[in-house]
């Protein structure tokens, strides 16, 4: 059995006519206006706080400096049971 498509981009093309919409003559088009958006100042502090977090730097260089100059000069200590308080607060 032979099977044979023919003029089917005349078929696509009467049926994409048939879609189209127009406007009826004599219909006046409405004008739209835009479309606008009214942001709380709750959604305003919301987004400047978001803006500064992340502009603010992942590493405090100030911290930093600081725990690099007590480990150089040997001062810095942590006690064990502040490392173990992190550890489980972290688990939990």
């Not at 004599?26 to 004008?31: D, L, N, Q, T």
Request: hydrophobic share 40%; glycine share 4%; charged share 20%.
């Amino acid at each position: 059995m032979d099977m044979r498509i023919s003029n089917v981009y005349n078929a696509y093309s009467v049926q994409a006519r048939r879609n189209t919409l127009s406007v009826p003559r004599g219909a006046e088009r409405v004008r739209q206006d835009a479309d606008s958006v009214n942001i709380s100042s709750q959604a305003s502090d919301y987004q400047y706080a978001r803006s500064a977090v992340l502009n603010a730097p992942d590493i405090r260089a100030d911290v930093v400096n600081q725990i690099q100059n007590q480990i150089a000069s040997g001062t810095y200590s942590v006690s064990a049971s502040d490392v173990a308080a992190r550890i489980f607060h972290g688990i939990g």
